[in-house]
């Protein structure tokens, strides 16, 4: 499991696009990684039965299933 709470959080949305991991799952936007003072609500996202992508119904972000 990553250590979230020694690295710098990402701004929600700044990126359109997002690859995750397996190990990442289950999938949820906004990501651990980014602050959420300003992020919408999170959302499960079902990436696994989505072809290995899926895309974030408030914020419209992709994210891609690498491995």
């Keep these: 499991m990553a250590d979230h709470a020694s690295t710098p ?22 990501l651990p990684s980014m602050s959420l003072w300003n992020a919408h609500p999170r959302v499960y996202l079902p990436i696994e039965t989505n072809g ?14 690498v491995d």
Excluded: F, H, K, T
């Design 9 to 30: 959080a990402q701004q929600p949305n700044a990126e359109m696009r997002y690859e995750v991991r397996r190990a990442d799952l289950p999938l949820g936007c906004p």
């Design 52 to 65: 290995g992508s899926a895309r974030c119904p408030y914020c419209s972000a992709l994210y891609v299933l």
